[in-house]
Structure formats: structure tokens, C-alpha cells
């Protein structure tokens, strides 16, 4: 076979192939544009609404605020400066922080309005959560994180962690996805939020990420650079991608 045949074969190769990806993209588009789907409708209309919240509000101090949108900041202690970073896009979003909360480093973004974020006291606190409409973060007492958390909140999922928790650095904890996904074959949302509770005295190893639906029991321990999805019990140890339980009726003490 010559080089000049085997170049005009590549070509049409790649033209079939072209021809068939904008085939298949006109397809999907075309089923998604006539299946009227209330998921797929309640996405664009939340993309809307996040263009419509262009506007933000910046507040880099930890003490009582309140403004012209209605975001409030309930915090009576001392004012906290270093290392904070509030941004509201927005309006009735509340911060409540106990006055003896013990923050390092906080960045709290809210993107939309009606969510709250709450704060327990003593602790060693580095988190950076972005929240959105209707949802809600819930810190219990005496979290301590050795590197900066990751928390989201959306869609009206919620997290809620307990009391005299412990995380390593590189936690991730995610409700939701960031992005929708959508079945081709029915158009519905397959990666719906949904929300997270950890219990109390709960140990999170280094890099692990929590998925939306996690719940884990009071007592349990959670192994390095872990992928958990569901539900792990209390007094457990577990570890994996995706997370496994190894052991059984734990109890384990901070030194």
C-alpha cells in the first residue's frame, strides 16, 4: 500500500469519526432538548440563578455583622482577623461561631442564599466550606484538623459533624458532586446531593474524602487516603477505595 493511499484512508478515518462524534452530540442533544425533565430544567434554572449572583460581599474578621442582604455573623468573643475569609453571594445566610471557638484559618463561601454555617468551641479549627442555598454546615465542640478541611454543602444536602472529632490534613468532605450528571437514556439526575453526618469521637486519616450519603458512627476511625460512601457503623475501623470495614468494637484515645 502506497503512502499516499494509506494518507487518503487516514483522512477518511477521521472524517468518519468526526462525523460520528457530531452524530451522537446532535443525538443527545436533540433527546435532552425534547424530554421534558424536571432535573435537567432545575439545573439550568440554578445556573441562572448562580449568574444572578455576581455580587459579593467580602468580610475578613470573625466578629458580630450583619449587612444590607441580611448575612449575619453571630460571634460575641474576641474579633478574629488573621487568616479569615468570608465571601457572601447572597442574601439571609447566617454564621453562628461559640465565642470560644478556636479558629486558624476559616474561608466560608456562600453561593446563594437561606444557609448557615454553625461552629462549636474549643478545638483547633482549618476548614475551608463552601455552602449553598438551604443547605447547612454544623461543626460539633473540640474539632481539631492537623491541615486545612474541605467541606460542601449543596443543593439543601447538609453536613453535620459531632462532637471532639480529629482530622488529618487533606479531609475532603463533598455532599454533592459540583457537577450534575444526566442518564442519556431517561434524562434523569443520577448524582443528586445528599447529606453527611459524622458522629462523635470520629478519627478522619489523612486524605480521605467523605461522599455525599456518608453517615459514620460515634467512635470509629476512618484509614488514610479512604473513599467513603454509606454507612459505617460505630466503633469501627475503615479503610479503602471504596471504604471497608477491617475491624470491629474499636475504641481509640487522642495522646
Not at 55 to 83: A, C, L, M, R, W
Not at 103 to 116: Q, R, Y
Request: some cysteine; hydrophobic content about 35%; proline content about 2%.
Amino acid at each position: 500500500q502506497s503512502s499516499v493511499t494509506r494518507q487518503l484512508s487516514w483522512e477518511q478515518r477521521q472524517d468518519s469519526f468526526q462525523s460520528g462524534v457530531h452524530l451522537s452530540r446532535h443525538k443527545l442533544q436533540r433527546k435532552f432538548t425534547n424530554f421534558p425533565n424536571k432535573d435537567l430544567q432545575t439545573n439550568i434554572n440554578q445556573r441562572k440563578n448562580r449568574k444572578q449572583l455576581m455580587n459579593k460581599i467580602i468580610v475578613n474578621e470573625i466578629s458580630s455583622y450583619s449587612d444590607h442582604q441580611e448575612n449575619t455573623i453571630y460571634f460575641s468573643g474576641t474579633p478574629i482577623s488573621e487568616n479569615i475569609n468570608i465571601v457572601f453571594h447572597g442574601s439571609n445566610n447566617k454564621i453562628y461561631i461559640n465565642d470560644l471557638a478556636r479558629i486558624s484559618k476559616l474561608a466560608i463561601e456562600f453561593h446563594g442564599s437561606n444557609a448557615t454555617v454553625k461552629i462549636g468551641k474549643n478545638g483547633k479549627l482549618m476548614v475551608r466550606i463552601l455552602i449553598g442555598s438551604n443547605s447547612e454546615v454544623s461543626i460539633g465542640d473540640g474539632l481539631s484538623t492537623t491541615g486545612q478541611a474541605y467541606i460542601t454543602a449543596f443543593e439543601g444536602a447538609n453536613v453535620v459533624i459531632g462532637d471532639d472529632c480529629m482530622f488529618a490534613a487533606g479531609v475532603s468532605i463533598r455532599s454533592d458532586d459540583a457537577h450534575p450528571i444526566f442518564s442519556v437514556r431517561t434524562g434523569d439526575r443520577i448524582n443528586k446531593a445528599k447529606s453527611i453526618k459524622i458522629g462523635s469521637h470520629v478519627w478522619i486519616g489523612e486524605g480521605s474524602v467523605l461522599l455525599s450519603g456518608t453517615e459514620i458512627g460515634d467512635g470509629s476511625v476512618i484509614g488514610t487516603r479512604s473513599v467513603v460512601k454509606g454507612k459505617i457503623p460505630n466503633n469501627c475501623i475503615a479503610a479503602g477505595v471504596s471504604a471497608k470495614i477491617i475491624k470491629r468494637n474499636i475504641i481509640w484515645h487522642i495522646i
